[in-house]
């Protein structure tokens, strides 16, 4: 199963692409661990990546489309779970392309959607422990003793990101960039939209779901 899912930033995406690739036995592909894994080993992409992030800059498309390509030719990939990419309508055109060559055409595209102001809800509520990294919310999930982290006594803090202007942002440029992605994926029959309200186990359970109607 070659599958690409898609949603905003706060939908839980990664965490139910790596639950649904685990189920499926196909490799998790996530786009910020290619670039670490890049850069680690010191590849021209990832040397070329890195110089790119360690200024501020956004990867162009096409290092990214690079990096894609040299992965998605291995072994392991005849099925994979793609997180983060397709991001722009010339990544979703060039994944084609690429899945074209190796003869590995996509099974379907996967769109968690969540509404704003639920995303919005759920980063407001969300403190960190900067100590251990434990997180918590302040509806769903309250630390046993305000602003006290559970596990070290740690002081809780909001992080940048999760401050309602902040994820507004987010999301603004999450639509601006992604619909056209959407629109592409619509008109080739492979986009299928999942409600990502409920549980983590409910939204999975969703997503299987829509797997065998493919």
Not at 147 to 153: E, K, L, M, Q, Y
Not at 162 to 189: A, N
Request: hydrophobic letters at 40%; one cysteine or more; aromatic letters at 4%.
């Amino acid at each position: 199963m070659r599958l690409v899912l898609l949603g905003p930033p706060g939908s839980g995406k990664g965490t139910q692409a790596e639950t649904l690739a685990e189920s499926l036995g196909v490799p998790h592909i996530a786009t910020g661990d290619l670039f670490r894994a890049e850069m680690a080993a010191e590849t021209g992409l990832g040397k070329l990546a890195k110089e790119y992030i360690s200024h501020g800059n956004l990867v162009p498309d096409a290092v990214v489309n690079d990096m894609m390509r040299e992965r998605l030719a291995r072994d392991d990939c005849s099925g994979f779970v793609l997180d983060g990419y397709p991001r722009t309508l010339e990544q979703a055109q060039a994944l084609d392309g690429i899945l074209a060559n190796l003869q590995r055409p996509l099974h379907a595209a996967l769109l968690i959607d969540v509404p704003d102001d639920l995303i919005v809800d759920r980063a407001v509520g969300r403190v960190v422990c900067p100590n251990c990294g434990a997180i918590y919310h302040l509806q769903s999930k309250p630390p046993k003793i305000s602003g006290i982290c559970d596990v070290c006594r740690g002081a809780l803090v909001t992080r940048d990101d999760d401050r309602p202007s902040t994820v507004r942002h987010r999301l603004t440029v999450y639509h601006r960039i992604t619909e056209p992605v959407l629109g592409w994926y619509r008109e080739h029959g492979l986009l299928h939209t999942i409600s990502g309200l409920g549980s983590r186990d409910e939204v999975g359970a969703r997503l299987r779901a829509e797997l065998p109607a493919m």
